[in-house]
């Protein structure tokens, strides 16, 4: 196919291989100058030229105006074969300036032709112009403009392998660079959901899709057999269609696809569907990851979501085996809680009313989801300086007196005392709810005596849920107060006893506090 820009003169140049496959195009031959015969001449002598099994394709111009609106049409013109004087004395070699310093193409060759070298001497031209060859039309035979092809052509193909080569590196940088980015935003989620979220997000923006039919599925292994249970699908997290799905409403060529990548362990993409399949390495768990509507994914993206998905696979290890320990530490605070509180004779699940109570609470005030975790499994330990305090203060069914009263302030010093030298969040955090959870809001608590803001968060929060229980509860002291007395007390001491911010949000919200108290009822 030819391409003629304005002027109505008589074009013969088509392309040469009709049947061209079209894997490999032909390659694309400018010739700009304004004597038709030259581009039929040059037409008839590359006729049944080939190159790597590419013909030629011819474009033609018959001015340096001309030429550049073609150039900007097309962006794959492998040769370039320019006359020196057009329009004006100097359009080629003005054109050639324009094409290497305005165009900034330096890919395409370009092969200087002139009737009159005269005009363009060759010594200069070749020093001030960014040409591949020089050639006089007069000495231009057949023979030699079919080398002259050959030895240009090469040089293109070689150049653009080599530009080929740099962008493929430069896409696998940027690539690595986007699973590194992707993979360190999953460390950061300490919760099983939230690193489903977390890693549903992740993968479509890894693969940048904005696709909503997502579903992260989890699975486990036969620790006997070493065999995959395909029948033990938990559903994490799930967007588009599948949010809030249950796994007993999946279909079946879903699950087929699920289990096909458990059987092969690895990711998949099969009827326009991606599975990806991340394990980890010493665990039972298998994250899957369903996603349809997947149109295409280019070997690029698929060899990322490999080296993703082995990422992956740490990050959820590193989150299983981090939220073992916070559960065992959880665990035995919660048991030396009980401890506590069943020696001072307290109501038996107070300390897991105490912990439910803080965390709602700590949500309700905007705290983090984290720190909100961090106060839930702290709270247990608010009295736990009482294993010092003797039995005759401790179990005494009446009012103490001055000295045993000196003696009961005690418990919040002795309790950090026990947990401050620490440096594990939770115990930390414990150390501080201990120590300052007695304290009031106009600073007539104990032991230090602070008063607003300077008691920490946790402190003021822990003060609300533990005499919210204590009233609501039979003590060995006294009986249970019915709820409406129990707030009317409560807010009796707002902004003496209470943060009154937080003791607003704590009574506009009770439904939520009277269902955690409902739950854990004392046996």
Same mark, same amino acid.
């Not at 002598?45 to 105006?65: E, H, M, P």
């Not at 950090?416 to 809001?441: D, M, T």
């Given at each position: 196919?030819l391409?003629?820009?304005?002027? !109505?003169?008589?074009?013969?140049? /088509?392309?040469?291989?009709?049947?061209?496959?079209p894997?490999?195009?032909?390659?694309?031959?400018?010739i700009?100058?304004?004597?038709? +015969?030259?581009?039929? @001449?040059?037409?008839?002598?590359l006729?049944r030229?080939?190159?790597?099994?590419?013909?030629?394709?011819?474009?033609?111009?018959?001015?340096?105006?001309?030429?550049?609106e073609?150039?900007?049409? /097309?962006?794959?013109?492998?040769?370039?074969?320019?006359?020196?004087?057009?329009?004006?004395?100097?359009?080629?070699?003005?054109? %050639? !300036?324009?094409?290497?310093?305005d165009f900034?193409?330096?890919?395409?060759?370009?092969?200087?032709?002139?009737?009159?070298?005269?005009?363009?001497?060759?010594? =200069?031209?070749?020093?001030?112009?960014?040409?591949?060859d020089y050639?006089? !039309?007069?000495?231009?035979d057949?023979?030699?403009?079919?080398?002259? @092809?050959?030895?240009?052509?090469?040089s293109y193909?070689?150049?653009?392998?080599?530009?080929?080569?740099?962008?493929?590196?430069?896409?696998?940088?940027?690539?690595?660079e986007r @699973?590194?980015?992707?993979?360190s935003?999953?460390?950061?989620?300490?919760?099983?959901?939230?690193?489903? +979220?977390?890693?549903?997000?992740q993968?479509?923006?890894?693969?940048?899709?904005?696709? $909503?039919?997502?579903?992260?599925?989890?699975?486990?292994?036969?620790?006997?057999?070493?065999? @995959?249970?395909?029948?033990?699908?938990?559903?994490l997290?799930?967007?588009?269609?599948?949010?809030?799905?249950?796994e007993?409403?999946?279909?079946? =060529?879903?699950?087929?696809?699920?289990?096909?990548?458990l059987?092969?362990r690895?990711?998949?993409?099969?009827?326009?569907?991606?599975?990806?399949?991340f394990p980890?390495?010493?665990?039972?768990?298998?994250?899957?990851?369903?996603?349809?509507?997947?149109?295409?994914i280019?070997?690029?993206?698929k060899?990322?979501?490999?080296?993703?998905?082995?990422?992956?696979?740490?990050?959820?290890e590193?989150?299983?085996?981090?939220?073992?320990? $916070?559960?065992?530490?959880s665990?035995l605070?919660?048991r030396?809680?009980?401890?506590? /509180?069943?020696?001072?004779?307290?109501?038996?699940?107070h300390?897991?009313?105490?912990?439910?109570?803080c965390?709602e609470?700590?949500?309700?005030?905007?705290l983090?989801q984290?720190?909100?975790?961090?106060?839930?499994?702290?709270?247990?330990?608010?009295?736990?300086?009482?294993?010092?305090?003797?039995?005759?203060?401790?179990?005494?069914?009446?009012k103490l007196?001055?000295?045993?009263w000196?003696?009961?302030?005690q418990?919040?010093?002795?309790?950090?005392?026990?947990?401050?030298n620490?440096?594990?969040?939770i115990?930390?955090?414990?150390? %501080?709810?201990?120590?300052?959870?007695?304290?009031?809001?106009?600073?007539?608590?104990?032991?230090?005596?602070?008063?607003?803001?300077?008691?920490?968060?946790?402190?003021?929060?822990?003060?609300i849920?533990?005499?919210?229980?204590?009233?609501?509860? !039979?003590?060995?002291?006294?009986?249970?107060?019915?709820l409406?007395?129990?707030?009317?007390?409560?807010?009796?001491?707002?902004?003496s006893?209470?943060?009154?911010?937080?003791?607003t949000?704590?009574?506009?919200? %009770?439904?939520?506090?009277?269902?955690?108290?409902?739950?854990?009822?004392?046996?």
């Amino acid at each position: 196919m030819l391409f003629d820009i304005g002027k !109505k003169k008589p074009l013969f140049s /088509e392309r040469t291989n009709k049947d061209q496959p079209p894997s490999l195009p032909p390659w694309k031959i400018l010739i700009v100058d304004d004597e038709p +015969d030259i581009h039929s @001449v040059t037409k008839l002598a590359l006729s049944r030229f080939k190159l790597d099994g590419r013909s030629l394709v011819f474009i033609n111009a018959y001015s340096g105006l001309q030429a550049k609106e073609l150039l900007q049409q /097309e962006n794959d013109i492998a040769i370039a074969f320019i006359d020196v004087v057009m329009e004006s004395d100097h359009a080629g070699l003005e054109l %050639i !300036k324009w094409i290497r310093e305005d165009f900034n193409n330096r890919t395409m060759r370009i092969i200087l032709r002139t009737g009159q070298p005269g005009q363009a001497p060759e010594e =200069d031209v070749i020093v001030n112009y960014d040409i591949n060859d020089y050639k006089a !039309k007069a000495e231009l035979d057949a023979r030699k403009l079919m080398t002259s @092809v050959y030895s240009a052509l090469r040089s293109y193909r070689d150049i653009m392998e080599i530009e080929q080569a740099r962008i493929s590196q430069a896409q696998h940088r940027q690539g690595l660079e986007r @699973v590194l980015q992707a993979t360190s935003g999953l460390f950061e989620l300490r919760t099983l959901h939230r690193f489903a +979220d977390g890693l549903l997000n992740q993968v479509a923006s890894l693969l940048n899709l904005s696709n $909503e039919t997502l579903l992260l599925t989890c699975n486990a292994i036969d620790a006997i057999s070493g065999h @995959v249970d395909s029948k033990s699908f938990e559903i994490l997290a799930g967007t588009g269609r599948f949010q809030g799905c249950d796994e007993t409403a999946l279909p079946e =060529d879903i699950i087929s696809l699920l289990n096909k990548a458990l059987d092969e362990r690895k990711c998949l993409y099969e009827n326009n569907c991606f599975i990806g399949y991340f394990p980890t390495k010493s665990s039972q768990w298998i994250n899957i990851l369903y996603m349809d509507g997947i149109d295409k994914i280019s070997d690029l993206d698929k060899k990322l979501v490999d080296i993703f998905a082995i990422n992956v696979g740490v990050a959820f290890e590193n989150l299983l085996l981090n939220q073992e320990v $916070e559960d065992t530490q959880s665990e035995l605070i919660l048991r030396l809680g009980d401890v506590v /509180e069943s020696r001072s004779k307290e109501a038996a699940n107070h300390v897991k009313r105490m912990a439910e109570y803080c965390y709602e609470l700590a949500l309700l005030a905007g705290l983090s989801q984290r720190d909100a975790d961090l106060i839930k499994r702290a709270s247990p330990m608010h009295d736990v300086g009482k294993i010092a305090t003797p039995d005759y203060v401790l179990l005494k069914p009446g009012k103490l007196d001055g000295d045993e009263w000196d003696i009961m302030k005690q418990h919040p010093t002795i309790g950090y005392q026990i947990l401050a030298n620490s440096e594990r969040p939770i115990l930390k955090a414990a150390a %501080i709810i201990s120590l300052q959870h007695h304290e009031k809001y106009d600073g007539s608590g104990y032991p230090q005596g602070i008063s607003g803001t300077d008691i920490h968060i946790f402190a003021r929060i822990v003060a609300i849920a533990d005499v919210f229980d204590a009233l609501a509860h !039979k003590r060995c002291y006294k009986e249970a107060w019915p709820l409406d007395e129990v707030l009317a007390e409560m807010r009796k001491n707002s902004a003496s006893h209470f943060d009154p911010g937080l003791l607003t949000l704590f009574i506009d919200n %009770i439904t939520i506090f009277e269902s955690i108290k409902t739950h854990w009822l004392d046996c």
